[in-house]
């Protein structure tokens, strides 16, 4: 437990209060020139980026006495890590032990590790890795567990699913699992096909090679030509088979028809599993362009093997025919990493409810019923209970703040995002909140809160599960602007704010990078247009970050999206993040009306689909804030019907 003396006191409040002072005296600082070393900073950065090792050099020279000279050592370090010795690099792990940066520095050198094939050091620094994210690391450490003579082959097809992720690093691994017969055809040909899926052409191809080199070409046709290869038929032999399979699978994401009719016309030459495999290489795009036939498509591809991506969309075309049994029957099949996910816990239980099986339905609804997120709140509704607000935790005191304000690594990240340096500052912050009990949390919150850091208040305090605290989940700064706007306009200001929270996270000064602007996160065409469309006559880009224009343009957006889209949330969230005529598309190829909640996880852009079942989960918390009742998450996503 902590123990405070007046003294210790004291110099937390004083700490506390000069990093409140931050973002204000960062502004005072640059008119007189005082934190030229900060500039000094960001070009040391930018050069470490551009691996310019003698710029680098240079401009650390400046920096000896920096406030965070970690980093700068850090940087430094970086550009010439290939050349620097073993003892130096050794001597920094040593020094900044314990800290993101030093983490950062071990993750850079294990990359260099595995690609020199250092296996001893690698084995011996890679568990002292305390993020573990680097999917090419995890790659390197099978590759050291085959050079000693290890089976890997199950560890390595559960993590190499998703292509893009796996740089050099997981094609040579790759590489030993087909030279050490780890992998065979089946297994090579399936990752031949995951790299066709997402277009990766050069994969392909190396792929392709370590299974058969005589038909790089052939595949390279096939994605490239798919037309050419689906009209000449399969071939002879299992490798033409495969080229068969991927123009199939290419074919169908510009014409699901003419694929399926090639199909219809050649399958015959081919084998009933490569059958089945052949249809879900149709059935993948077909769904992603919501075609009508998908959930047929899928039903004749059973037993084919699939991608993560293949198993949801499975169920998605199962969802959008109202079939509740292949629903269950796609879900079942999934992998176990998908099938324990909450979404599709939830979509199971309710195939389960509309089969009759109402008393297993209730079981799973009720073990994720305390999630506080889209399907958890689905899962109250379906319990019969309506969503509220939790009862809050206790406010934390000024002397669990204070222990905040002297944490080293909250510190720096506090003088990052004072330099707008908001990747540093996230990561400097996240670090810190690894080994936070939740009472510290709520604390780090507070503490983000009186710097008005609300994006990491509002993440920091998300990650509590027995202490909640909603007043830091969900703020409303600007609050009396929101309303005068929202009132005029008669749209739901929970709703605003929901979006909001998905959109910027408070982040006053957000862009995004597609140059989106300010807390509404508005395009500069869209402004433009919405401020002719009002009739705001001064109005001029530079203004889009002023927080009153910011939300005047943007709830006026909200507000002629909506009336455009029926006054639907739903549709209009979705066009406020991808533009209003895709949902128009979208709802357009329903076969019926179906509820909200399965138009929002069938949306075929994934970040479109997680934006709009977020912005609704948050409007319907803040409604339960704001008018203090209980609320319906299913009530606000309504009824989606073609039109």
Known sequence: MLKFTVKSIARIALAAAALVLLPAAHAQFKQTGLFGEDEDFIALRDAARNDDAEKTDRIASRLSNYAIDSYVNYYRLKTRLKSASEAEIRAFLARYDGTAIADRLRNDWLLELGRMRDWTTFDEQYPQFALDDDTQL?????????????????????????????GDACVDLLTMLAETAQFDENDLWEQVRLAAEVNNLPLARQLTALVDLTMVEQVAIAINQPALTAAYGPGSGRAAHEAYLIALGRLAKTSPEQAAYALSNNGAALAQQEQAQAWA???????????PEAADYWRRANGSRLSLEAHQWRARAALRAGDWKQVGVAIDAMPGRLRNDVTWIYWSARSLNEQGQNEVAQQMFASI?????????????????????????????????????????????????????????????????????ERQHLAAAEFARQNNVLDRMVNTSDRTRTEVDFEQRFPTPFRDIMHVNTQRLGIDMAWVYGLIRQESRFIMDARSHVGASGLMQIMPATAKWVANKIGFGNFVPGRVNEIDTNILLGTNYLNIVLGDLDGSQALASAAYNAGPNRPRAWRATLPGPVEGAIFAETIPFSETRGYVKNVLSNATYYAALFDGQPQSLKARLGTVAPK
Not at 139 to 165: D, F, N, T
Not at 373 to 399: C, D, H, M, V, W
């Open 138 to 166: 995890k790659c390197y450490a099978l590759m050291s567990r085959i050079s000693k003579g290890q089976q890997v082959a199950a560890e390595a097809r559960a993590l190499l699913v998703v292509p893009k992720y796996y």
């Open 281 to 291: 290489q149709i059935a993948l795009p077909a769904s992603l362009n919501l075609v």
């Open 369 to 437: 019923a305390d999630q506080t997120n889209f399907y958890g709140q689905l899962a109250i509704e379906e319990t019969g209970r309506k969503i509220t607000i939790p009862l809050s935790a206790a406010k934390a005191t000024p002397a669990e703040v204070g222990a905040m304000a002297v944490n080293a690594g909250l510190r720096r990240a506090l003088k990052f995002f004072a330099m707008n340096l908001r990747f540093e500052g996230t990561r400097e912050w996240n670090w810190e909140l690894r080994r936070m009990s």
